[in-house]
T-cell receptor, first 111, second 113 residues
């Protein structure tokens, strides 16, 4: 079993739709969680950190469920510019060698 | 600020050739990383450096060496390239103080024939 698993997609949704992705992790010692965005043939960029209480940044909402060991990303009112691959990242605190990237979920927004 | 820069952007090698990938950051970060990204596999950590003068192996270090030349620069060397090392290589640096945000360079696309 992979340490961090994501549905690879692709998710193909119309502009304006709401879309959600989940990411599961296997190590219960995981402490830090992030969503990164990666455009085609570009480097990953931090989208948002994920906090225990959940957090929102504009149209994006991230949630953490420690009991079930998953994090989620919700995108409301999706835009064409949201088309990208979304990477789930898990970090075991204090261990630089244990930063694990998921393989990503591809999202395509159609007009 | 340039952020994280990498050279070269593209490289084609023949099996057995050697090369060094260069990375530099101007954000005064202590930690720097080298990853490779292959289709369907996500980014995998090759080596990292928690501070100037220290380096440690990541998940897939075999076939690679690194040098943390100073706080700004972290290079990755392939001594004898193999086709299995065909990949996209990303360098990253990380903020200090607990936020763990990583900033990536634009990547090097390496093909080994």
């Amino acid at each position: 079993r992979k340490e961090v698993e994501q549905d690879p997609g692709p998710f193909n949704v119309p502009e304006g739709a709401t879309v959600a992705f989940n990411c599961t992790y296997s190590n219960s010692a995981s402490q830090s969680f992030f969503w990164y965005r990666q455009d085609c043939r570009k480097e990953p960029k931090l989208l948002m950190s994920v906090y225990s209480s959940g957090n929102e940044d504009g149209r994006f909402t991230a949630q953490l469920n420690r009991a079930s060991q998953y994090i989620s990303l919700l995108i409301r009112d999706s835009k064409l510019s949201d088309s990208a691959t979304y990477l789930c990242v898990v970090n075991i605190e204090g261990s630089a060698s244990k930063i694990i990237f998921g393989s990503g979920t591809r999202l395509s927004i159609r007009p | 600020n340039a952020g994280v820069t990498q050279t070269p952007k593209f490289q084609v090698l023949k099996t057995g050739q050697s090369m060094t990938l260069q990375c530099a950051q101007d954000m005064n970060h202590n930690s720097m990383y080298w990853y490779r990204q292959d289709p369907g596999m996500g980014l995998r950590l090759i080596y990292y450096s928690a501070s100037e003068g220290t380096t440690d192996k990541g998940e897939v270090p075999n076939g690679y060496n690194v040098s943390r030349l100073n706080k700004r620069e972290f290079s990755l060397r392939l001594e004898s390239a193999a086709p299995s090392q065909t990949s996209v290589y990303f360098c990253a640096s990380e903020t200090s103080g607990g936020t763990n945000e990583q900033f990536f360079g634009p990547g090097t696309r390496l093909t080994v024939l």
